[in-house]
């Protein structure tokens, strides 16, 4: 299976280990990498599922997708900084502010179209946001735009994460049109699994 960053995918470890002893004819293994080796490995059927953003419709040909949860925008500056009074903030908080942001080019939610009013104070980065690049532009005083699940994981005392309702789509499962039954019993199961545990 493709994930996520698996340190902010507890649960979908939790479930897929309980699913493994529940079918003991099946191994579930996790790896990483970039959304474009992720589909090349779905299509050879080298990974038969994927757990991601919900990408833009060239990544979904050949393949389905299924929404697990809605994602939010969040936010980390230092605790310096005049938003570290807040906990929760919206679009307009972030009037004046330097801002840096990673653009994944796969995702159906484009942030530089999210944040277009804020065009002339975003500096995207070329490659994915390192922890060490969080805390770099923190420090200088930038608030650093990251996807809420990308960045729960997070435990700096010199940073604050600013939460918001600002929509960053969803992530959800990917898998070939004509993957195992299996695969299709592990999603069902788990978008259920992670509404209840939502719910609890």
């Known amino acids: 299976m493709g994930g996520v960053n698996l340190r902010t995918s507890v649960h979908l470890v939790h479930y897929a280990n309980d699913f493994m002893r529940a079918h003991e004819n099946v191994k579930i ?3 990483d990498f970039p959304m474009e080796e992720k589909m090349r490995a779905l299509l050879a059927e080298e990974l038969q599922l994927c757990a991601t953003a919900e990408p833009v419709a060239i990544f979904q040909k050949e393949m389905l997708y299924t929404p697990m949860m809605q994602d939010n925008y969040c936010f ?7 938003l570290a009074a ?9 009037e004046g502010y330097s801002m840096v942001c990673d653009r994944r080019n796969y995702r159906k939610e484009d942030s530089a179209v999210t ?3 804020y065009a002339d104070r975003i500096r995207f980065t070329e490659k994915e946001i390192d922890d060490f690049t969080i805390v770099n532009s923190a420090m200088q005083g930038d608030v650093v735009i990251r996807y809420r ?3 729960d ?8 994460i600013l939460h918001s309702d600002i929509p960053a789509g969803t992530i959800g499962f990917m898998r070939k049109k004509d993957a195992h039954p299996m695969v299709e019993n592990f999603i069902s199961n788990y978008v259920e699994y992670y509404r209840k545990l939502q719910e609890s």
């Open 149 to 151: 699940i990308w960045a």
């Open 153 to 160: 994981h997070i435990d700096n005392p010199l940073l604050k």
């Open 29 to 31: 293994v996790f790896q």
């Open 86 to 94: 807040k906990d929760f903030i919206t679009l307009d908080d972030l």
């Open 76 to 82: 980390i500056v230092n605790r310096n900084h005049p």
């Open 115 to 117: 944040f277009a009013k």
